[in-house]
Nanobody
Framework: QLQLVQSGGGLVQPGGSLRLSCAASGSTLNYYGIGWFRQAPGKEREGVSCISSNGGSMKYADSVKGRFTISRDNTKNTVYLQMNSLKPEDTSVYYC?????????????????WGQGTQVTVSS
């Protein structure tokens, strides 16, 4: 039974950086594509990024392309989301999730396992 545990959220000023982590327990992440999603107050949850099971391909939403980088270390059973040049509009609860593959549209219903979510607040 796969469980995903997130860490790394917090408060940062605009232009700053944070790194989110998504660590697996109960099973290995090696079989899964891992996506990141976010949900801001009053808005629908949206896809941010996804990395393939072997780390060979990555997808990004246009809103974060060039600022966020997804990576994984399968030896540590962990996926990361490095967030640079953060903007106030990046403020959201961020979730990691596991899917058989990374879909091209980052659709929530394609992901079977979800982390607990972590708050990212970008404010001066």
């Amino acid at each position: 039974q796969l469980q995903l545990v997130q860490s790394g959220g917090g408060l940062v000023q605009p232009g700053g950086s944070l790194r989110l982590s998504c660590a697996a327990s109960g099973s290995t992440l090696n079989y899964y594509g891992i996506g990141w999603f976010r949900q801001a107050p009053g808005k629908e949850r949206e896809g941010v990024s996804c990395i393939s099971s072997n780390g060979g391909s990555m997808k990004y939403a246009d809103s974060v392309k060039g600022r966020f980088t997804i990576s994984r270390d399968n030896t540590k059973n962990t996926v990361y989301l490095q967030m640079n040049s953060l903007k106030p509009e990046d403020t959201s609860v961020y979730y990691c999730a596991a899917a058989p593959v990374c879909g091209w549209r980052l659709l929530m219903n394609e992901y079977d396992y979800w982390g607990q979510g972590t708050q990212v607040t970008v404010s001066s």
